[in-house]
């Protein structure tokens, strides 16, 4: 079964300072992966994709399939950065049907 | 161009009573999927849609039903509710092409007292 985790529920930074937030992925096919974000009681938003690999807003994140991880970084946080963030693995045998992780929250602060 | 559309945006409910939240998009997505949002938690599948007439089951599908009539419509209904259904509904769609990910309406937030 695929599986996603991120394992730091709250991330607390300085603005300015560099950001990581973790995420590793077991699935036995090739993987698709996304970074979702939703700020304070909106609808989640695409925020990057393995696929593309551009930079949104600063982030980015590279798929490292031998440590299965996915990690979104951005050298320089903004106090706009605050929200939660979702790493999901997209099941493309399943209607392409997304797997999250539990979340990060990350919190930028002035 | 709406996107994915979901009504009601709030809801509080009685245990024991029935409603539908209604998802609409107008994108041509052939893939649409229903998740719950629990703190803590993450997001978790509750049933998702592969094309009209084709529907399945997620991660927590008990206590909910899904039809997919036509492409743009995938409402999910909640047969009894109960108090542990109180969470945030939300509703995605996606094109059938891979790598591109789902888009989300802006959720449904319910309350069963």
């Known amino acids: 079964a695929q599986r996603v985790t991120q394992p730091e529920k709250l991330l607390s930074v300085f603005k300015g300072a560099p950001v990581e937030l973790k995420c590793n992925y077991s699935?036995?096919?090739?993987?698709?992966l996304f970074w979702y974000v939703q700020y304070s009681r909106q609808r989640l938003q695409l925020l990057l994709r393995?696929?593309s690999r551009e930079s949104i807003k600063g982030f980015t994140a590279d798929l490292n399939k031998g440590e299965t991880s996915f990690h979104l970084k951005k050298p320089f946080a903004q106090e706009e950065d605050s929200a939660m963030y979702y790493c999901a693995l997209s099941d493309r045998a399943a209607g392409n049907k997304l797997t999250f992780g539990g979340g990060t929250r990350v919190l930028v602060k002035p | 161009n709406a996107g994915v559309t979901q009504t009601p945006k709030f809801q509080v409910l009685k245990t024991g009573q029935s409603m539908t939240l209604q998802c609409a998009q107008d994108?041509?997505?052939?893939?649409m999927s229903w998740y719950r949002q629990d703190p803590g938690m993450g997001l978790r599948l509750i049933h998702y849609s592969v094309g009209a007439g084709i529907t399945d089951q997620g991660e927590v599908p008990n206590g909910y039903n899904v039809s997919r009539s036509t492409t743009e419509d995938f409402p999910l209904r909640l047969l009894s509710a109960a108090p542990s259904q109180t969470s945030v509904y939300f509703c995605?769609?996606?094109?059938?092409?891979?790598?591109?990910?789902?888009?989300f309406g802006s959720g449904t937030r319910l309350t069963v007292v």
């Open positions: 699935y036995s096919g090739s993987p698709e």
């Open positions: 994108m041509n997505h052939e893939y």
């Open positions: 393995h696929i």
């Open positions: 995605a769609s996606s094109p059938r092409v891979g790598g591109y990910g789902y888009t």
